[in-house]
């Protein structure tokens, strides 16, 4: 039995380090995982325990309604390819059954080595030392797109710190403040701005988090932030062209400029601007999960056609206003419903209780700016991490909060 634990919590470890790694091996981790989950003669009791969870339930109401939103849907067979990777969800179960106490800061440990390998390999890529299929100089992102790779690094250089205010050995905060550096310098290296900014902003939460003075906290971050961006800009090539790009393609936005709908930043807000007007139609229950884009489409080529430029959007790239258009107020309720009961979580532990909340913080701000649920890397991530806060409130203590 004890041989058995500990080959689960092996598993999840693997599946840690190769979370930002590698899809394939994800893949086959979850599938072992799930397989022995599933088949665990305690299996119909681990599953009452794990539903009188409230985030569990959250989340289960929200792929519950996504699911009954195919009926209403114009495309079924897209709506049904939106699932495909719906199925990654079960490993909430998975991780909250089998992850135990002294397993939960190896498990995060893996996860940050696994985001050194890929720094180290994305570092190699910019200084042209190592070439791989993904990635270029001007595009350091070694094995995933670069908006999910900034969200990674944004959310491991934010452990790596927090980390640093909860050990004592002057080593290990040395240690953690290059750690720290290094993962910082790689953010701003790649173009993801989604990631910088959520890094910024979250920054400053876990500033609050860590400093008693708040004055002195807030002070403290924006010097900080305000130095890193400066730096970044004149030493980053990439970071200097893609804030010099948002200026200039916010600048058509507001003057009215032509073609202010065909760059980035341009498209996505003339998607959301189409959205709306497709979300007035259908408020409540939306459009049904599938059939979004056709709406979309749709909308443009009656009374929108100087969005023309947005039809080449395959996704709505927020997850705010894909659920909106999808599934409607009710919908997008349920979402936030997740945010709301993942923050209402018990956590006791000091330091995983401050990494939830730069957790939320990171996802909330991202999932303005991409459709995070149907991408694997940020999916899987979610879920991981979701099982990692629920799996510590089973192992509450004495701790002061």
Not at 104 to 117: E, R, V, Y
Not at 154 to 177: G, H, P, Q, T
Not at 223 to 250: C, H, M, R, W
Not at 282 to 299: D, N, R, V, Y
């Amino acid at each position: 039995m004890l041989k058995e634990k500990f080959s689960n919590n092996t598993l999840i470890v693997i599946y840690a380090f190769f979370l930002p790694l590698s899809k394939a091996v994800g893949v086959f981790l979850s599938f072992v995982l799930l397989l022995k989950w599933l088949t665990d003669k305690n299996f119909f009791t681990t599953l009452n325990e794990l539903f009188k969870n409230n985030l569990i339930r959250a989340i289960s109401l929200f792929l519950i309604f996504s699911f009954i939103s195919l009926f209403w849907s114009d495309n079924l067979l897209l709506g049904l390819e939106h699932f495909r990777r719906y199925w990654h969800f079960l490993l909430i179960g998975v991780f909250v059954t089998y992850i135990k106490e002294h397993n939960l800061q190896t498990i995060l440990s893996a996860f940050l080595l696994g985001m050194l390998i890929s720094e180290i390999f994305s570092f190699g890529i910019f200084f042209e030392l190592i070439s791989l299929k993904h990635g270029s100089v001007n595009n350091p992102s070694p094995f995933m797109h670069h908006i999910q790779y900034s969200i990674f690094l944004s959310l491991a250089s934010l452990i790596v710190l927090n980390r640093f205010f909860f050990v004592e050995d002057i080593r290990f905060k040395i240690m953690y403040i290059v750690f720290f550096i290094i993962t910082t310098s790689n953010l701003f290296l790649n173009g993801g701005r989604t990631g910088q900014l959520t890094f910024i902003i979250s920054l400053f939460v876990l500033g609050f988090l860590n400093i008693k003075n708040k004055i002195y906290a807030f002070f403290s971050i924006l010097i900080v932030t305000t130095t890193i961006v400066i730096l970044a800009y004149n030493i980053s090539p990439i970071f200097k062209n893609k804030f010099d790009q948002g200026n200039k393609e916010f600048s058509k936005l507001l003057n009215q400029e032509k073609g202010q709908y065909n760059d980035s930043i341009g498209l996505r807000i003339g998607a959301w601007m189409v959205s709306y007007e497709v979300f007035k139609d259908s408020p409540l229950l939306g459009t049904g999960i599938g059939s979004e884009l056709e709406a979309i489409h749709a909308k443009i080529d009656h009374s929108m056609k100087e969005f023309e430029s947005v039809k080449k959007l395959h996704h709505l790239h927020s997850n705010y206003v894909s659920f909106l258009v999808q599934l409607g107020f009710i919908g997008l309720l349920l979402y936030l419903s997740i945010f709301y009961y993942l923050y209402k979580l018990p956590v006791l532990k000091h330091e995983i209780l401050n990494l939830k909340y730069i957790f939320i913080s990171i996802f909330i701000i991202s999932s303005f700016f991409d459709y995070l649920f149907v991408l694997q890397f940020p999916l899987t991530l979610f879920i991981m991490f979701c099982g990692i806060f629920i799996a510590s409130t089973k192992f509450q203590s004495s701790e002061n909060i």
